[in-house]
């Protein structure tokens, strides 16, 4: 193999821009193309821990992240009622120069991204997606769905949980549902919420809010999940409030703004984790492609872009493009990723068993562990 120069990313979430980003800062020629013709981000808000905010400091857009979301370096641990149970601090996965924790709407992680993806001249095709790729061996042909055609030296599937280039090189793993939920939703931040608090127990599993910026805080209720409960996206709202109904501390002024059913979000937990390649020839997957866990540690993001870091450190570094390359990858990652998606499902088990005790240590263990750079 020669050395490649050009790269087709399928994808422009967190993933898919941030490997743009990486790989155009680094004078590589990337090709992006996104389904959504308005490449927005859907949902409310995210947590991301200080390992993902490595990463996107890597990429040069920290500044906008950290202006745009809200940080915070502790957690709170609250009885159904309110009561503050502890307080306990968060570890600096990203280095000590770095928020233990720092959340975000996801419209703003979208747009920060997107600009620096712009800045960078990858060229982008938006409402448009890949119908064919053949793989020659010694570079990819792709036509896509507006009609053009294009030849590239790598293509990354950077598609999320469904991903269709995943399905298209053979990959036979799919997302399976672990049987939770959340009903989540933005409201008004409480002047008096500056981290993270969660309450375990009551009705759900977890009852939850986070600053997000500094007017907008993020709900959360995770609870079993049921196919029916998705029926009518009417009752949204009366069902998140009624949910919410016996939690207290911050959670009556909460409720007075669950009154927009579309501005509530019911979404399934999924596991996936692809234990074999992460490529067939020079198609490649990262991303929630290739895993995807309950967000129990909020890691989803932060495994996506150490992929995104781990891949494009090779490319940029390494004068052949081969199989040895993309084996090495996923070498490098699936022990991380690994114990991401194992503890987030222990924690997602435990949770559904009622057993709070355990939780904290896994979580310090996990999260020290992610200290080291991937
Ligand atoms: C309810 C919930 C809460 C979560 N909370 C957190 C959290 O607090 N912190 C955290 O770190 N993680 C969280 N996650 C996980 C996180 O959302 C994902 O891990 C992350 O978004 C994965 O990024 P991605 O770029 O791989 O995939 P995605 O964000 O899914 O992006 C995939 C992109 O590909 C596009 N696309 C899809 N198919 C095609 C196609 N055929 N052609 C072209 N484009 C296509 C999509 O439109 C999309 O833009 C949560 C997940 C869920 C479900």
């Known amino acids: 193999m020669t050395r490649a120069r050009s790269v087709l990313i399928v994808g422009g979430g967190s993933a898919g821009n941030t490997l743009a980003i990486l790989l155009s800062n680094s004078g590589i020629a990337v090709d992006l193309v996104e389904s959504r013709p308005d490449w927005g981000a859907l949902g409310s808000g995210i947590l991301l821990h200080g390992n993902a905010l490595r990463v996107l400091r890597d990429a040069g857009v920290w500044p906008q992240i950290h202006a745009a979301g809200f940080g915070f370096d502790s957690i709170g641990i609250l009885a159904p009622d309110g009561t503050v149970i502890a307080e306990q601090p968060d570890l600096h996965s990203g280095g000590p120069e770095l928020p ?26 938006l409402g448009c997606t890949v119908q064919k790729l053949d793989d020659h ?38 997302p399976e549902p672990t049987g939770m939920g959340v009903w ?9 919420l500056v981290r993270t608090d969660l309450a375990y127990g009551g009705p759900c599993y977890i009852a ?45 002024r909460i409720r007075e703004h669950i009154t927009d059913p579309a501005a509530v979000h019911y979404t399934a937990f999924h596991r996936l984790l692809v ?20 967000p129990t540690l909020a890691q989803g993001v932060a495994m996506s872009l150490e992929d995104t870091a781990v891949l494009a450190e090779l490319l940029t570094s390494r004068d052949v493009w ?14 991380r990723v690994r114990t991401v998606v194992d503890g987030s499902m222990q924690l997602a088990q435990w949770l559904k068993e009622g057993n709070r005790q355990a ?13 080291e750079r991937p």
Do not use: K, N
């Open 100 to 125: 233990s924790t720092l959340g975000i709407l996801r419209p703003a992680l979208q747009q920060t991204l997107i600009d620096a993806v712009h800045a960078g001249g990858t060229r982008v095709r």
């Open 275 to 294: 234990e074999g390649p992460w490529h067939r020839g020079r198609i490649a997957l990262a991303g929630d492609a290739v895993h995807a866990c309950p």
């Open 359 to 371: 939780a904290p240590a896994l979580i310090a263990s996990i999260l020290t562990a992610l200290t």
């Open 322 to 335: 081969d199989d040895a390359l993309l084996t090495e990858y996923r070498d490098r990652r699936i022990p």
């Open 137 to 174: 061996g010694d570079g990819v042909e792709a036509v896509f769905s507006d009609g053009t055609a294009g030849r590239y030296d790598l293509v990354v599937g950077c598609d999320g949980i469904y991903s269709a280039t995943r399905e298209s090189i053979g990959v036979v793993e799919r």
């Open 208 to 252: 939850g809010y986070s600053p997000m910026s500094d007017d907008v805080a993020y709900a959360l209720l995770v609870v079993d999940w049921h196919e029916r409960d998705e029926a009518d996206p009417a009752d949204y709202a009366e069902r998140m409030r009624a949910e919410s109904a016996v939690y207290g501390g911050l959670w009556p």
């Open 184 to 192: 989540r939703t933005l409201v008004p931040r409480p002047a008096e």
